[in-house]
């Protein structure tokens, strides 16, 4: 039987995605990166093509193996760090997006934002049980925008054709071939539609921004 002694750390930041090979004693065995496309639609709008993440982040784990001599067998086990709050929407039965991925630095939701503060509660409620201010940083106002302004989004999502992921949720599920939708803690503690008292999506904000539940990750 193959020793598993390596590990994988796949790094898919806002400008490049990098691999890393790490031995059995944390030392660092070969690198690999990959910058990739910035989009500005308009003034204060941040995008990036998920299918490019996708194919950067492959390509750098596929080389850094590779410069390392590193068999797939020899790998224990693969970590992902990434940008937490940037969003993608896909369709689940073509894997493709539905818009580019938008960016933890957009502002395009502001006016969503001030929006929302105007129900009575909703601020004080997201706060006290999201941890964050209602703010376009975070995903669930993203996710909302494209719901509202993608032609047939709303519909698709109705239908549970369409799933949400931050970048880690996109990479797992593509990687997976539609096998996994998951997330953890960290990442979906970004979204502003967690409920980290309780530890699971908070029902009652995705209600108030209409986002239906199931296109949420596990």
């Known amino acids: 039987m193959t020793e598993q002694k390596y590990v994988v750390a796949l790094d898919q930041g806002t400008t490049s995605s990098r691999a890393v090979v790490l031995d059995h004693d944390a030392n660092i065995v070969s690198v690999s990166q990959r910058e990739f496309t910035q989009i500005y639609p308009q003034a204060g709008w941040v995008e990036h093509d998920p299918m490019?993440?996708?194919?950067?982040?492959?390509?750098?784990?596929?080389?850094?193996?590779?410069?390392?001599?590193?068999?797939?067998?020899?790998?224990?086990?693969?970590?992902?760090?990434?940008?937490?709050?940037?969003?993608?929407?896909?369709?689940?039965?073509?894997?493709?997006?539905?818009?580019?991925?938008?960016?933890?630095?957009?502002?395009?939701?502001?006016?969503?934002?001030?929006?929302?503060?105007?129900?009575?509660?909703?601020?004080?409620?997201?706060?006290?049980?999201?941890?964050?201010?209602?703010?376009?940083?975070?995903s669930g106002t993203k996710i909302k925008w494209i719901l509202d302004n993608v032609p047939g989004a709303r519909e698709d999502a109705e239908a549970g054709k369409l799933l949400f992921g931050t970048v880690d949720t996109w990479l797992v599920w593509k990687m997976t071939q539609g096998r996994v939708h998951v997330t953890d803690y960290t990442n979906a503690s970004r979204t502003m539609l967690f409920n980290i008292n309780k530890l699971h999506w908070d029902e009652k904000i995705l209600k108030e921004f209409d986002i239906p539940l199931n296109m949420m990750p596990e």
């Open 52 to 138: 490019e993440i996708y194919a950067t982040q492959t390509s750098t784990l596929v080389e850094v193996l590779g410069k390392s001599g590193i068999r797939s067998d020899e790998v224990a086990a693969i970590g992902i760090t990434n940008q937490r709050e940037t969003t993608i929407v896909w369709n689940k039965e073509t894997g493709k997006p539905v818009y580019n991925a938008i960016v933890w630095q957009c502002r395009r939701t502001a006016e969503i934002c001030e929006t929302l503060k105007m129900r009575e509660g909703l601020e004080a409620y997201i706060r006290e049980n999201t941890g964050l201010l209602l703010d376009p940083y975070f």
